[in-house]
């Protein structure tokens, strides 16, 4: 979830205590003209507005983000506590009406029951107890309670719903740390898998022996470019094949043949710019495609790759006069890549019967 989405989530978190907030103000008021609130109406009146002034304080933290700077920022264990001493200061006023009003402690209570630790939830239950059994006690010294073994019926009542409450929070708890232990396992799986599947995809579009990509990935991308090309703009198509590969791997061997492949792509890579698209199209045939390429650039940097190649010593092996042929033409909006290639494939053959080691330009055929 993104940092908004949860700020909303607390939100609506704090809504809904607010909201019980307000239930048990109306309560409050309810009990207080039925007769049943030992206190002034001046009385009620402050701890009424005490109430909201709270609530209004932690609405404005939640609204303005400051509860973020906490290390909980849903500030549970701060609502639990406000909770349960405006509980404790109206269960103390009360006279009979006490016990119906001894269920707000277990909705405070529920209210923390999914984001406070166990020793806060413990802590919080053992708050509620000892407050009430004080308010009890207090009340039994002054001679104050009406009926005392109705008084300790209600201590014992809450005693055993507490224990529930600390009980069920513990059982809630340790299911919540399961399933985020199986979420967390669950999501590395996925990245495994996710890991998994790109380097099989890579695999699918990588030549295994020069790691270029291979031809059907080549096709996949150089119709992708085609596709977007806009009409100002022209690709560089080039066809590249090794001259006397055969040869080679007749008087040498193949795995000198793959070394000469080898050292082909990584000179090939080095004579490319990042964006430029390269790869074995089959055999000793190699494909080039240049991006927002002209005939100048594309024929510069064809006879710069030719020239390179030229240049390279093996090592290990003795393989002498290593040369390439390569076919060029240019790609344009509307152009069909298999008419294009077949343009670089003619020009590739006329490299090849002009003598090899040489471009050869499509366009300088339609020219002619």
């Known amino acids: ?57 932690l609405f404005v933290m939640f609204w303005t983000g400051r509860n973020q700077r906490y290390a909980d920022p849903s500030l549970t264990e701060v609502q639990v506590l406000l909770g349960l001493g405006w509980q404790t200061w109206l269960i103390a006023h009360l006279d009979e009406a ?30 509620v107890f000892f407050s009430f059994c004080a308010i009890t006690l207090w009340d039994g010294y002054h001679f104050l309670l009406p009926e005392p073994a109705l008084a300790a019926l209600q201590v014992g009542i809450l005693a055993m719903v507490l224990a529930w409450l600390v009980l069920y929070a513990r059982y809630v708890q340790a299911s919540r740390q399961r399933m985020r232990q199986r979420r967390f396992a669950l999501q590395a799986h996925q990245d495994t898998l996710r890991g998994m599947m790109r380097q099989l995809e890579d695999l ?47 008087l040498h061997g193949h795995a ?13 890579q080095a004579c490319l710019r990042d964006g430029d698209v390269l790869a074995r199209y089959g055999g000793e045939e190699f494909v080039v495609l240049l991006p927002d390429c002209n005939a100048e650039r594309l024929t510069s940097c064809c006879e710069r790759l030719r020239i390179a190649f030229t240049d390279v010593e093996l090592i290990g092996i003795s393989v002498s006069h290593l040369s390439l042929s390569a076919g060029m033409t240019l790609l344009e909006l509307g152009d069909d890549l298999d008419d294009a290639l077949h343009r670089a494939d003619q020009a590739l053959y006329r490299a090849k019967r002009d003598g090899r080691n040489r471009c050869a330009a499509a366009w300088e055929n339609a020219d002619a």
């Open 1 to 57: 979830m993104t940092h908004n989405a949860i700020q909303r989530l607390l939100l609506k978190r704090f809504a809904l205590a607010a909201a019980t907030y307000g239930l048990a103000l109306l309560l409050l008021w309810l009990a207080f003209f039925t007769g049943h609130y030992d206190q002034t109406l001046s009385a009620v009146a402050i701890g009424s507005a005490l109430v909201v002034i709270t609530q209004a304080a």
């Open 98 to 127: 006490r016990g119906a009003f001894l269920v707000f402690y277990v909705l405070i209570l529920l209210f923390g029951l999914f984001h406070l630790s166990r020793r806060a939830f413990i802590r919080c239950a053992l708050m």
């Open 204 to 250: 699918v579009a990588t030549d295994e022996l020069t790691g270029l990509f291979n031809r059907r990935h080549f096709l996949r991308l150089a119709s992708r470019e085609l596709n977007a090309l806009d009409s100002d703009v022209m690709h560089g198509l080039a066809l590249i094949d090794l001259d006397h590969f055969k040869r080679i791997n007749d």
């Open 256 to 268: 000198a043949g793959d070394q000469v492949l080898q050292a082909f792509a990584a000179v090939a």
